[in-house]
């Protein structure tokens, strides 16, 4: 008995490594059959490397997309979306017909496979011509018309990607997936990223010591004031209500001068300490 039983286990032992195993090597296979279906459904508008084909170029009313620059950036559930059901208004028709749900996962995993170097030098370039009217030639948004401040944004480059492409809905950001190409968007996306300020507590601790103090020994201490007082605290405000607080809240009067003299970029330094304080 000890015998079959210790034969079983091994039997199901070996059984589930492997099934552990089979994906991964399924995943190298899959990028290769991916790689076929891509060829005989999709290269001759988005070229074998996902680099536009000339004859993608020249559809109308949009050219085809570049694959290869955004593979990383866009999610694996919209891409499914895009090649099941296609795109309304461009010669992206639905490939739902010509390829089954594994045949798409694999062409999928294919796209997800290209890699692209981004030029932040053409995505300075391009901003400047199509965002910076709204966000500044800096990001910092001192334009009057309530865009994002993008220096201070907490958005991954597949969120930034995605609000290019889809734009935010009750807002002035509209959708640059037909003003820009798709490498345009992923330079614009890299270029963005790389304005983000990283903020320093250590720095922040500093300033709060300098100007804070007097009448707040610690971030602990400060009290809200306002609606829901009670049950609030700094974790529940985000970075722009606190900016807005610490610059305009009830204590400029008294502390007006020295909340003058911040910064932007040490507002956001003090905010990063608060954040980091623990009692």
Known sequence: MRTLKFSGLALTTGLALAICAAPLAASAKAVMDGKALYEANCAMCHGKTGEVSKYGKSLKPFPARNHRAIAKYVSRDELRRIITYGVKGTAMTPKKYTLDALEIEEVIDYIQSFDYKPNLANGKKRFKAVCSSCHGKDGRAVT?????????????????????????????????????????????????????????????????????????????????????????????????????????????DRAGKKIERLSSDSIQDIIAYMRKYKN
């Open 144 to 252: 009057g018309v309530g865009a994002k401040n993008l220096v201070y944004t907490k958005l991954n480059l597949k969120q930034i990607v995605h609000t290019m492409r889809y734009g935010r809905p009750g807002t002035l950001m509209t959708s640059k997936r037909h003003q820009l190409s798709n490498t345009d968007i992923a330079d614009v996306a890299n270029y963005v990223y790389s304005l983000r300020y990283m903020a320093n507590p250590a720095n922040g601790q500093k300033l709060f010591s300098k100007n804070c103090v007097s009448c707040h020994n610690t971030p602990a201490d400060i009290k809200l004031i306002g609606n829901a007082a009670e049950t609030r605290s700094i974790s529940d405000l985000d970075d722009r209500l606190l900016d807005l607080r610490i610059r305009h809240g009830r204590h400029v």
